[in-house]
């Protein structure tokens, strides 16, 4: 009788559930070889994460039926289906041809179809198929590189997400933040240089760690030259690492380019799985039959247990699923851009300026060999600068009127320039020396977070919405990708409690090494979850909807508030708090920012500023008040 089994691959190491497949030859008794494994004459296998291909399996004695004496001890014999995760391992997928001229086959039925191919709906075929969950993303663009995704990401929350999915991320990590308005006045600063004001001076006064909790890493990490960091740094459940751990394990958030992350996530994937060119018509519910028919615009169509919509903001499967409430313009216009700058400010350091309606901010972007990676220069290129992401942020009144300051590339730099002309060093070389191509705009959008019950209609739907698709908000708390990974998780943790993921003609699973027949043992309700009973495919993706809504509802809240205190005069009030509470009246952080780091920050910006033609922007800085700026969580580097 075929079983399931959970256990780790040889070869990519990750964890999945393995179908055991029994062989035609009568079953060896007492003396049979051991449980023994190989990779060799692995073979994919379309439900499964699957295994090294062979294996014997020696079943434990247990009572009979009627109660009498045990049965014999013997060993089964079986062949484990092999392993299609690393079958097309990111090795070889670096020497594959691109995903748009290799052809692939369309499937007619499988588990999970998943509409969009941006990081929610990549990171969700990761993590449904770490649990054994057939699954296949349909993205609407015919390759991987055809439109730019985006541009840079703080990863805050979302950084234990890409842990749990094995995604072993490099990126930028910066020292320090700091908030100025157009003229260099320092409004506010904190990081790890601040804290530790730029030395190796051990580790920071308890005053300065709330709870016993290492707030700040090690600030002179940056003066040794690391700009680099890995976005797996160990953590505790709750993301924060204890006061005693080692600096480079201490709280960061890392920034990377948006398509970095998203290549990241797509070479964790076998490259039958995405397929690509597949622009989303509309669904079908069958609900007697507990399947979904969705259908593209190329004349095919799909029948799958379970639809998730992870197609973005303008979501086609929210329209037809849940399409109230309905998006809500925030009167807010945001222009985004990057280019080569190697000014001090952006070197590993955040700043932001205001004058209470425009606001820029700038953050790094990524290293040559990233931009490389990225099509934006070559590797051995002459220009050695790294490159900073800026995004500029203006009130607009009416949507027709911003879509109009957004109707070209051309409009967009105009504007920009216009806004910020006469500010500090280096917003306007960063206006200038950034590339049309380079640019792009848009209003600012959201959605109030709809309750379960609208999320969900129909009780029997098995159709599910994450990230923009289901809770879209502004970019001013930079929490979009990283709560799209959250809700990733989360949702292949709920379906992983159904059948989807085992075989359909397979009633079995294996726990502490044996088999369990569902039938007959009761599995309790709490535990593991392979021990856990199954429910349905609408209850599970009830039970995510109802967690991922109430994570979501104040992430939403707090992004549209930031998109009208940042914008306003009251965001320019000294306050040792972020600009958002500062905007509200803030409470004072001494506790976080000491008279010394204030001299300390003093002393660096007049010293930056000095290396730029602006003397009046050094003065300024001279008698700046310093507070404290935007960020989650203290110690976090800001948000884009």
């Not at 045990?70 to 594959?96: F, K, L, Q």
């Not at 953590?235 to 006061?243: H, L, M, T």
């Not at 009416?398 to 051309?410: H, N």
């Not at 908000?473 to 992983?496: H, I, R, Y």
Request: aromatic share 4%; hydrophobic share 35%.
């Amino acid at each position: 009788r075929p079983t399931l089994v959970t256990a780790q691959c040889g070869q990519c190491r990750g964890t999945g559930i393995s179908l055991l497949l029994p062989k035609p030859q009568p079953s060896p008794m007492v003396g049979a070889p051991p449980l023994a494994s190989s990779a060799a004459g692995a073979q994919p296998h379309g439900r499964g994460h699957g295994l090294p291909a062979t294996a014997a399996r020696t079943t434990s004695p247990s009572a009979s039926p009627q109660g009498g004496s045990p049965t014999a001890t013997r060993v089964d014999t079986h062949t484990r289906v092999g392993c299609g995760w690393c079958a097309e391992s990111r090795r070889a997928a670096a020497a594959a041809p691109p995903p748009s001229n290799r052809p692939h086959t369309h499937r007619t039925r499988v588990g999970v179809a998943i509409i969009g191919g941006g990081i929610g709906g990549l990171a969700t075929a990761i993590a449904l198929r770490l649990r054994g969950v057939d699954v296949v993303v349909y993205e609407r663009d015919s390759h991987f590189d055809q439109r730019q995704q985006g541009y840079g990401l703080t990863m805050q929350q979302g950084g234990k997400a890409l842990a749990q999915l094995g995604v072993d991320l490099d990126g930028i990590v910066s020292t320090a933040h700091f908030s100025l308005t157009p003229t260099g006045t320092l409004l506010g600063c904190y990081g790890r240089a601040v804290y530790y004001r730029g030395h190796d001076g051990g580790p920071p006064p308890p005053s300065r760690a709330p709870d016993g909790e290492a707030a700040v890493g090690d600030g002179a990490a940056a003066q040794r030259g690391g700009p680099t960091r890995k976005s797996g740094a160990a953590a505790d459940a709750g993301g924060r690492v204890a006061a005693g751990a080692p600096p480079e394990d201490r709280q960061h958030n890392v920034h990377v380019p948006r398509q970095v992350l998203r290549r990241a996530l797509w070479e964790q994937l076998p490259r039958s799985v995405v397929q690509w060119g597949k622009r989303f018509v509309d669904f079908v519910e069958s609900p007697e039959a507990g399947t979904v028919t969705v259908r593209f615009d190329d004349g095919h169509s799909v029948v799958c247990d379970a639809l998730v919509g992870a197609d973005g903001i303008f979501s086609g499967v929210r329209a037809q699923k849940a399409p109230f409430p309905p998006l809500e313009y925030l009167g807010v216009v945001v222009v985004l851009g990057f280019c080569r700058c190697d000014h001090p400010l952006t070197t590993n350091r955040i700043f932001q300026t205001l004058d209470g309606e425009t606001r820029i901010y700038a953050m790094p972007f990524a290293t040559v060999a990233m931009a490389a990676a990225m099509g934006l220069g070559p590797a051995e290129d002459d220009d050695q600068r790294p490159f900073t992401m800026w995004q500029l942020s203006f009130p607009v009144e009416s949507e027709a009127s911003a879509r109009d300051v957004c109707s070209s590339p051309a409009s967009l730099k105009a504007t920009a320039i216009a806004r910020c002309r006469g500010w500090h060093a280096p917003i306007p070389d960063l206006l200038a020396n950034t590339p049309e191509s380079c640019m792009s705009g848009h209003p600012v959008w959201d959605r109030v977070t709809a309750t379960p019950t609208a999320l969900r209609g129909a009780d029997t739907s098995h159709v599910t919405m994450l990230g923009d698709a289901a809770h879209p908000m502004s970019p001013f708390k930079g929490q979009g990708a990283n709560q799209a990974l959250l809700d990733a998780v989360l949702l292949a943790k709920a379906l992983f409690r159904t059948g989807l993921a085992h075989a359909p003609d397979c009633s079995g699973c294996v726990s502490d090494g044996g088999a369990v027949d569902r039938g007959s043992v009761a599995a309790p309700a709490r535990g593991p979850p392979w021990q856990r009973p199954r429910v349905s495919v609408a209850s599970a993706l009830a039970e995510f909807e109802a967690a991922m809504l109430r994570r979501c509802a104040i992430k939403v809240r707090q992004s549209r508030e930031a998109s009208s205190s940042l914008h306003s005069p009251a965001a320019l009030e000294p306050t040792s708090c972020t600009r958002a509470a500062a905007a509200k009246g803030g409470l004072d952080a001494a506790d976080c920012v000491t008279e010394d780091d204030k001299d300390w920050a003093r002393d660096l910006l007049r010293a930056i500023f000095s290396q730029t033609p602006s003397e009046d922007a050094a003065a300024a800085a001279g008698d700046g008040t310093v507070g404290s700026n935007d960020g989650d969580d203290r110690g976090a580097l800001g948000s884009s």
